[in-house]
């Protein structure tokens, strides 16, 4: 029995101007209109199973998609589990001041994040604690919703999370995963008899522009 999921990161947050907002319910700008005409090429029809997260910005998302179609969206699901990072007491903070993106003293900076997967900001969580939430999430998802297809409008961190278990790699390894703005990842899982691998990588960080 095969499960699709098009994981979809939001739209592009407005107002922030280079700081960290994790889980900061913050504006996100949907006037893309060719992304949004792509994204309602590529996404699954109201048959599908469409969740977002407690973040308002998903759900602006998935609402411009379904203005694109011209049509009423379904109800959405909402999944606290696929919920972004908290960054804690980061969250506000420009990237210079928490010497990121290679920012900082070059022996502990990283090269092109915020943290290392294992790094705990104060009142937050590890990128490794996102990845054991949402692949929590993903299960019960999908478990309640097997054999079809399903949209989950989310976040960066947690696409890049869902790939870690989806490939089984390390949380530091999808920390290495680019993933843009309105763009789309398809994981398809295969559940019933037979051998190997559960899940299948479809396609990643594809622009729905074309």
Same mark, same amino acid.
């Given at each position: 029995?095969? %499960?699709?999921?098009?994981?979809?990161?939001?739209?592009?947050?407005?107002?922030?101007?280079?700081?960290?907002?994790? &889980? %900061?319910?913050?504006?996100?700008? $949907? $006037?893309?209109?060719?992304?949004?005409?792509?994204?309602?090429? &590529?996404?699954?029809?109201?048959? @599908?199973?469409?969740?977002? %997260?407690?973040? #308002?910005?998903?759900?602006?998302?998935?609402?411009?998609?379904?203005? @694109?179609?011209?049509?009423?969206?379904?109800?959405?699901?909402?999944?606290?589990?696929? &919920?972004?990072?908290?960054?804690?007491?980061?969250? /506000?903070?420009?990237?210079?001041?928490? /010497? @990121?993106? /290679?920012?900082?003293?070059?022996? #502990?900076?990283?090269?092109?994040?915020?943290?290392?997967?294992?790094?705990?900001?104060?009142?937050?969580? #590890?990128?490794?604690?996102v990845c054991a939430r949402v692949a929590r999430?993903?299960?019960?998802?999908?478990?309640?919703?097997?054999?079809?297809?399903?949209?989950?409008?989310?976040?960066?961190?947690? &696409?890049?999370?869902?790939?870690?278990?989806?490939?089984?790699?390390?949380?530091?390894?999808?920390?290495?995963?680019?993933?843009? $703005?309105?763009?789309?990842?398809r994981l398809d899982r295969f559940d019933g008899?037979?051998?190997?691998?559960?899940?299948?990588? @479809?396609?990643?960080?594809?622009d729905p522009r074309g």
């Amino acid at each position: 029995m095969e %499960t699709s999921v098009f994981l979809v990161r939001h739209a592009p947050v407005v107002g922030q101007h280079g700081r960290c907002y994790g &889980i %900061t319910d913050v504006e996100c700008d $949907t $006037t893309d209109a060719k992304a949004f005409a792509g994204l309602a090429a &590529i996404l699954p029809d109201a048959e @599908a199973l469409w969740t977002v %997260t407690p973040l #308002s910005r998903t759900k602006r998302t998935a609402d411009a998609v379904w203005a @694109a179609r011209k049509v009423a969206p379904p109800a959405y699901r909402t999944v606290p589990d696929l &919920i972004e990072q908290s960054f804690g007491s980061w969250q /506000g903070k420009t990237y210079a001041e928490l /010497g @990121a993106y /290679g920012q900082g003293d070059a022996r #502990s900076t990283p090269r092109h994040w915020l943290t290392m997967a294992d790094i705990k900001p104060e009142g937050g969580e #590890s990128f490794v604690e996102v990845c054991a939430r949402v692949a929590r999430g993903i299960d019960s998802v999908l478990d309640s919703a097997k054999g079809k297809k399903i949209a989950m409008v989310c976040h960066g961190g947690v &696409i890049r999370a869902g790939l870690a278990y989806a490939l089984g790699i390390t949380p530091e390894a999808a920390l290495a995963i680019s993933v843009d $703005t309105l763009s789309v990842t398809r994981l398809d899982r295969f559940d019933g008899p037979g051998r190997g691998h559960s899940w299948r990588v @479809a396609y990643v960080n594809r622009d729905p522009r074309g």
